[in-house]
């Protein structure tokens, strides 16, 4: 069985801080491409940030530059999303996913089931 489970999400207030977690199970992530998505209410799932498998960035969105940065321990078979300086704009679902090939910078193949992030005051 394979597996994406993303953990950390909850609520913050703007300007906090959240650090999301990806862990595979049933595969090894290592070579695989990752990425984060999102997705809001009555909005188009759109990737934040992803990374090759040997670690070179190949997406990230204006809408978090500066404030979100991906990450992977492929000891740990965890990818890592740590956001700062939330905002009320950033409240979604987060997808992790993974894949042996990425379009538009991010891979489609695997997805988790999604962490709510919750930005309000």
């Known amino acids: 069985q394979l597996q994406l489970v993303e953990s950390g999400g909850g609520l913050v207030q703007p300007g906090g801080s959240l650090r999301l977690s990806c862990t595979a199970s049933g595969f090894s992530l290592r070579p695989y491409h990752i990425g984060w998505f999102r997705q809001a209410p009555g909005k188009e799932r759109e990737g934040v940030s992803c990374?090759?498998?040997?670690?070179?960035?190949?997406k990230v969105a204006d809408s978090v530059k500066g404030r979100f940065t991906i990450s992977r321990d492929n000891a740990k078979n965890t990818v890592f999303l740590q956001m700062h300086s939330l905002k009320f704009e950033d409240t979604a679902v987060y997808f992790c996913?993974?894949?042996?090939?990425?379009?538009?910078?991010?891979?489609?193949?695997?997805w988790g089931q999604g962490t709510q992030v919750t930005v309000s005051s």
């Open positions: 990374l090759t498998n040997s670690g070179a960035p190949t």
């Open positions: 996913a993974a894949g042996p090939a990425v379009r538009d910078g991010c891979p489609w193949h695997y």
